[in-house]
Nanobody, 124 residues
Framework: QVQLVESGGGLVQAGGSLRLSCAASGRAFSRYGMGWFRQAPGKERRFVAAITSGGGSTSYVDSVKGRFTISRDNAKNTVYLRMNGLKPGDTAVYYC?????????????????WGQGTQVTVSS
């Protein structure tokens, strides 16, 4: 049974930092591309960042470039999202997901399994 479990969310002031983690189990983590998405209240779930299976290539939505960093540790079956310079507009539930193509894909429909999400709230 595939499981993705996010952690690390919380309440932070604008300009602060958080590191999200997503622990995977149930299949060969190192074979799968991983992505982070977020969903704000009343809005669609949207792409944030993605990383290839080996970690050699990443993709980001323009609004987080230079502030967020996605990384992975295949020995620990975990993908991370380091978020610096947080803004109130980053407030959302953050989800991790995996894709069988092993690529840093940006389309939500390309992902197979999803975690339950972790709340990030940025106060002004």
């Amino acid at each position: 049974q595939v499981q993705l479990v996010e952690s690390g969310g919380g309440l932070v002031q604008a300009g602060g930092s958080l590191r999200l983690s997503c622990a995977a189990s149930g299949r060969a983590f190192s074979r799968y591309g991983m992505g982070w998405f977020r969903q704000a209240p009343g809005k669609e779930r949207r792409f944030v960042a993605a990383i290839t299976s080996g970690g050699g290539s990443t993709s980001y939505v323009d609004s987080v470039k230079g502030r967020f960093t996605i990384s992975r540790d295949n020995a620990k079956n975990t993908v991370y999202l380091r978020m610096n310079g947080l803004k109130p507009g980053d407030t959302a539930v953050y989800y991790c997901a995996d894709n069988t193509r092993g690529l840093a894909l940006i389309n939500r429909e390309s992902y197979d399994y999803w975690g339950q999400g972790t709340q990030v709230t940025v106060s002004s």
